[in-house]
């Protein structure tokens, strides 16, 4: 089944205690995004990847590290997590770019004490 | 700024009661524009997509529409399992970096029998 998977799915945690979201999809596909969701805030890109070991900024990366090291794979990293940062995660894939059709995972519920 | 704007956030509709949902975009050289659907808990879903004005899809109850500015969501004879939240997003051309893709706040819909 083609899908895109996230681990964990939910997480408390404490300030500063390093910690690492995994996402990976088996499509295929060149490009991986993550988001952040925030009640009233929408959807926020927070870095994207056009494919392997070329990652970019979006709109909210401060906090936040990723690698692209395999196709499949995209983790997000959090180096010193803060309470600001509890949110709703995404991981997001399709084929070429940001043009098509993103496929995305279940989420991650992130929560910052 | 917002650079995309979904009205209205939230909108009840009886069973039967044909509506819209717009999507507003404030910079030009869109690349693409997408409508996705999300249900409470889970990661948004695609919808469609559209590239130029003029462009219209169709999917059962479900049309979108975009003109230069705008696009609209038009939601004919819905039915309770349409309740969700849509949401939009755009892809401008920004020279080599067609990675970022901005989402709207949504617009959440809730259709009662």
């Known amino acids: 089944e083609a899908q895109v998977t996230q681990n964990p799915r939910y997480l408390i945690t404490v300030t500063g205690k390093k910690l690492t979201v995994t996402c990976s999809q088996n499509?295929?596909?060149?490009?991986m995004s993550w988001y952040r969701q925030d009640p009233g805030l929408g959807l926020r890109q927070i870095y994207y990847?056009?494919?392997?070991?070329?990652?970019d900024k979006g709109d909210v990366p401060e906090g936040y590290k990723v690698s692209r090291k395999e196709k499949r794979n995209f983790p997000l990293i959090l180096e010193s997590p803060s309470p600001n940062q509890t949110s709703l995660y995404f991981c997001?894939?399709?084929?070429?770019?940001?043009?098509?059709?993103?496929?995305f995972g279940p989420g991650t519920r992130l929560t910052v004490l | 700024e917002d650079q995309v704007t979904q009205s209205p956030e939230a909108l009840r509709l009886q069973e039967g009661e044909s509506s819209s949902l717009n999507c507003s975009y404030t910079v030009s050289g869109l690349r693409g524009l997408f409508w996705y659907r999300q249900d409470p808990g889970k990661g948004p879903e695609f919808l469609f997509t559209l590239y130029s004005a003029g462009e219209e899809k169709e999917k059962e109850r479900l049309k979108a529409t975009l003109t230069k500015k705008e696009s609209f969501l038009h939601i004919t004879a819905p039915k309770p399992e349409d309740s969700a939240t849509y949401l939009c997003?755009?892809?401008?051309?920004?020279?080599?970096?067609?990675?970022?893709?901005?989402f709207g706040r949504g617009t959440q819909l809730t259709v009662w029998p």
């Open positions: 990847s056009m494919n392997v070991e070329v990652t």
């Open positions: 997003a755009v892809l401008y051309d920004r020279g080599s970096t067609l990675g970022r893709l901005y």
């Open positions: 499509m295929n596909h060149e490009y």
């Open positions: 997001a894939s399709s084929l070429i770019g940001g043009s098509n059709e993103q496929f």
